[in-house]
């Protein structure tokens, strides 16, 4: 099978990981998962570390109770045959797992950070032009020119969200504009 390329792994390919760490046990290889899944060796191990979860009863915080087996891959105790250990016990769940990447996928796509270096930059260098009543393009021309610069429908739906300085009326487009009803 062809190894896709960085490609996020579908909940499918997930359930496919649990089942091998499951059924197959200890004797499975990330290697082995990788061929079949057809991603590289390195996507399931971190898939597998990243997505542990433990059953508060069983996580103890001392290191005295620490399994070796959790050292090497499956890094869980999915595979073990000895579920009644007294050891701290990490499994690897594919629902679980394709929920936090979910999660960790929608927070990394929201750009908290770039959006408000965004807000500053467009209030600093435009927002003389808006209120003198330039439009959002005709502002832009001038300031796009020196570095990068959000493009004027992000910059619209920062005005929509009331996230800038100015407001959508000082837009002179948006005073002549109707809305449809």
């Known amino acids: 099978m062809r190894r896709s390329s960085f490609k996020h792994l579908s909940y499918e390919q997930r359930v496919r990981i649990q089942y091998h760490i499951k059924f197959i046990g200890r004797t499975i290889s990330a290697r082995a998962i990788s061929l079949a899944l057809g991603v590289g060796r390195s996507t399931i191990i971190r898939e597998v570390r990243r997505h542990l979860w433990a059953r508060e009863k069983y996580i103890s915080g001392n290191p005295y109770y620490h399994c070796s087996k959790l050292d090497v891959f499956p890094f869980c105790c999915n595979g073990c045959s000895n579920l009644s250990c007294k050891n701290d016990q990490w499994f690897y769940d594919s629902d679980h797992a394709d929920y ?54 992000t910059i619209r739906r920062y005005f929509d969200r009331s996230m800038l300085a100015f407001k959508n009326i000082d837009l002179p487009r948006t005073v002549r504009v109707r809305v449809k009803k």
């Open 100 to 153: 936090t990447a979910r999660l960790s996928l929608a927070d990394s796509r929201r750009c908290d950070v770039k959006k408000e270096y965004n807000i500053k930059l467009i209030n600093e260098r435009i927002e003389g032009k808006i209120l003198g009543g330039i439009s959002i393009e005709a502002a832009l021309i001038d300031v796009s020119d020196t570095f990068p610069f959000p493009s004027a429908s």
